[in-house]
């Protein structure tokens, strides 16, 4: 009895050591895998930490590569506009001084123009003068003409009375008679001669 009381305890001690080795083994089976899974759950949260700070590296890096971009394209337009604004200041100014160059040979021909004009004016009124009867030598007035195209005239006045009757109407009468009187063809200058006014001293001829 005692032998068989030995024999089941030593059975039991063996049965409780390879049931604790089981659970041993188990425990250790599953430690291992729990830190296996910590392991590939770290390793993929590191993989996706990685992978978020790359995208956000990435996206920042494509953020500042955008904004040199943009400055640079900004500086290349602002280069650009300035080089275009001086260009065309200087080419304003250019055409300003041929314009101004234009305008002052312009000038320069009316005058010319409207001078030779005038003495040709004056020259048929002179040619179209009869003398009155009685003193005229010394005698002048100033008379006031309205022309339209072509050089009709359409009235004439005495603005500046020469003491004479006789002699302001034979200046009004001469007048009238050249009509149409020799004007310029051009028509900006024509402007200045539709009312014109003349001193008529036909000593000065």
């Known amino acids: 009895r005692k032998a068989d009381k030995k024999r089941k305890l030593e059975e039991k001690r063996k049965a409780d050591k390879k049931r604790k080795l089981e659970e041993k083994r ?15 759950e770290k390793r993929k949260a590191d ?31 602002k280069r650009k506009a300035d080089k275009k604004r001086k260009a065309d200041a200087e080419h304003q100014i250019e055409l300003d001084r041929q314009a101004a160059e234009e305008d002052a040979a312009r000038e320069l021909r009316s005058k010319g123009i409207v001078k030779r004009h005038v003495a ?27 022309l339209v195209a072509g050089g009709r005239v359409t009235s004439v006045h005495i603005i500046k009375s020469s003491g004479n009757l006789s002699f302001d109407r034979s200046v009004e009468n001469a007048v009238r008679r050249a009509s149409p009187l020799p004007v310029p063809t051009d028509s900006v200058i024509f402007k200045k001669f539709k009312v014109m006014r003349l001193l008529f001293d036909p000593g000065r001829f």
């Not at 004056?122 to 009869?130: D, S, V």
């Open 26 to 40: 188990k425990a250790d089976k599953k430690r291992k895998l729990e830190e296996k899974r910590k392991l590939e």
């Open 47 to 77: 993989k996706k930490r990685k992978l978020e700070e790359k995208r956000k590296a990435d996206k920042k890096r494509k953020l500042e590569e955008k904004r040199k971009a943009d400055k640079k394209r900004k500086l290349e337009e």
């Open 120 to 146: 040709l004016i004056q020259q048929k009124i002179e040619q179209n003068w009869r003398q009155p009867l009685g003193r005229s030598k010394g005698l002048e007035c100033r008379i006031e003409i309205v």
